[in-house]
């Protein structure tokens, strides 16, 4: 059988340890050398990038995270095998591992080890899709003539390379498309290496729970758990035009995923779908003046953000989440779109009057999605608000001030509440 070490990336036959140096991290697969699709998933980014810069942090338990009202950004594996799980309120995690070490997160070091990463993967090949910055799906299609050995090979050697080089590891999943791959990646982790074939699909995700599937949140969860989905046969029960009327859209594509089916391509430039900004206060806030500075502060992230990548968007979108963990959206549709500060802010803020009771919140956020060229947006006057237009153009000056001066050079007074 085609196998792999993953030490010496030794490709050989047969065997339990590697002929060449006699290590077991061996990785072996009928269809090893002929899969092209991966995933790469590190290895608890943040937690492993924190106890490379300090190896005092490297047997104890590392939570990357805010105070003690934030959440769980992530958590090495020492916490995880206490409970710690990503997003969890710091205080539950606090308390399943009172000993751990927290640390607020260095999105700008994160952010750097990243962009390296990227650069190792790129060498490999230019279908590089990033999720976030510690994963990304690989297209490594007709790569095997370019680099003198399979995929599968060249995957290893960049897990290798990450850890040589950058003090950071990952885990790859090898498949016959995005899905698969992805689901192969969360087999073994830490340092894992799965692989599933195309032959072994079917047989693989027979019994597995959907819940595995990437995108199925709790709400589609409780729907699925209702109709009495809860793994791939039950799914395949299903009779697609039934799984569409019941589910819309996303049935269509859980009849396909049944089936290990995925066409979904590796796109290299995904275009942005949503720009948002959210904060959880270090204590519950009714404050009427708070929360509008709040408001205000995360519009002007939100419409910086927009303008640094030429985009506006056509719809604002307000979150809160009250002091019981109680989670509040609204949304507004534009007439027109907008990269503004001050329409972001004034239509989060006519959202947020609609709100029935008045918290007190641990969180608020504010987002725009829909998104189009910058091009398209704020090309003319509110008939009901003459004064917009007047507040364009101020907007439009002070950003020039704060291009040249710094981003402090000149505030809004509600910025400092």
């Known amino acids: 059988m085609p196998s792999l070490c993953r030490d010496c990336l030794t490709s050989y036959d047969t065997g339990p340890r590697c002929p060449a140096c006699g290590r077991p991290r061996i990785v072996r697969h009928p269809e090893l050398f002929s899969l092209s699709i ?26 990357i995270g805010g105070g003690k009202r934030g959440v769980v950004s992530t958590a090495c594996y ?50 590089v899709q990033p999720l976030s910055l510690d994963e990304a799906f690989m297209d490594l299609s007709g790569t095997e003539r370019l680099h003198g050995a399979p995929p599968a090979v060249m995957l290893a050697r960049l897990v290798k390379r990450m850890k040589d ?160 963990f109680k989670a509040l959206s609204r949304r507004h549709k534009l007439h027109g779109a907008t990269q503004l500060a001050d329409a972001i802010y004034r239509n989060a803020r006519a959202l947020y009057d609609q709100v029935p009771g008045d918290g007190p919140y641990r969180l608020i956020g504010v987002g725009i999605s829909e998104l189009c060229p910058e091009s398209q947006a704020d090309l003319s006057g509110d008939l009901l608000d003459p004064d917009a237009a007047t507040r364009s153009k101020a907007e439009r000056a002070t950003d020039a001030i704060r291009e040249r001066f710094g981003k402090d050079a000149i505030r809004k007074g509600r910025a400092l509440r």
Not at 42 to 52: G, I, L, M, Q, T
Not at 88 to 115: G, N
Not at 245 to 251: E, L, T, W
């Open 38 to 63: 991966a995933h790469m998933d590190c290895d608890a980014f943040y937690a492993s990038v924190e106890k490379r810069d300090n190896p005092e942090l490297a047997d104890k338990p590392v939570i």
């Open 78 to 127: 020492i916490a995880r095998i206490r409970g710690v799980r990503s997003a969890m309120p710091m205080f539950q995690a606090l308390k399943l591992c009172p000993d751990a070490v927290v640390i607020r997160p260095r999105m700008e070091v994160y952010a750097e080890v990243s962009r390296e990463i990227r650069r190792m993967m790129e060498d490999l090949t230019p279908d």
């Open 165 to 324: 080089e950058l003090g950071v590891t990952g885990s790859i999943g090898l498949s016959h498309n995005k899905f698969l791959a992805k689901v192969a990646s969360d087999l073994q982790k830490p340092r894992g290496f799965s692989v599933i074939g195309e032959a072994e699909t079917a047989d693989f995700l027979r019994d597995k729970p959907v819940r595995m599937i990437w995108g199925v949140g709790q709400a589609t969860q409780a729907a699925l758990d209702k109709a009495g989905i809860r793994t791939f046969t039950d799914l395949l029960r299903w009779d697609r035009e039934d799984l569409n009327q019941r589910f819309g859209s996303m049935g269509d594509r859980l009849w396909h995923l049944a089936r290990g089916q995925d066409k979904r391509r590796v796109t290299a430039h995904e275009p942005v779908k949503s720009i948002s900004n959210e904060t959880t206060f270090a204590e519950d806030t009714s404050d009427p003046d708070i929360l509008d500075g709040h408001l205000w502060r995360m519009a002007e992230k939100v419409a910086d953000r927009a303008k640094a990548k030429g985009l506006a968007g056509r719809v604002v979108t307000l979150k809160l989440k009250r002091a019981d």
